[in-house]
């Protein structure tokens, strides 16, 4: 049975950083391109970035372009999702999750197998 574990949230000032770790166990990391969420209350779900199996990131939202890097240590068997000069308007729930061995990076939700719980990021102004 897969489970991933989420690490990193918490509270920060606007301006701050926080770095969000996703540790899978029962797969290996290093088969799998693991995608970043957010979603806030009463919002849809928005997808930040992905990398893949051979470390090609991908950044799908223009707001987090340039504040938010995507990387892994498959030594590890963990994902990073490093945000810097973070916002108020970044508060909401960050998911990671996993797709498919082999797979190439995708924006859609639907397209990941395995999925975080969840980690509350919350950013003060």
């Known amino acids: 049975q897969v489970h991933i574990a989420q690490s990193g949230g918490g509270l920060v000032q606007a301006g701050g950083s926080l770095r969000l770790s996703c540790t899978p166990s029962?797969?290996?990391?290093?088969?799998?391109?693991i995608g970043w969420f957010r979603q806030a209350p009463g919002k849809e779900r928005e997808a930040l970035g992905c990398?893949?199996?051979?470390?090609?990131?991908?950044t799908y939202l223009d707001s987090v372009k340039g504040r938010f890097t995507t990387s892994r240590d498959d030594a590890k068997n963990t994902a990073y999702l490093q945000m810097n000069s973070l916002k108020p308007e970044d508060t909401a729930k960050y998911y990671c999750a996993a797709k498919g061995i082999g797979a190439y990076c995708s924006g859609d939700s639907k397209e990941y197998e395995f999925w975080g719980m969840g980690t509350q990021v919350t950013v003060s102004s």
């Open positions: 990398i893949t199996y051979s470390k090609v990131s991908t």
């Open positions: 029962g797969v290996t990391l290093g088969y799998y391109a």
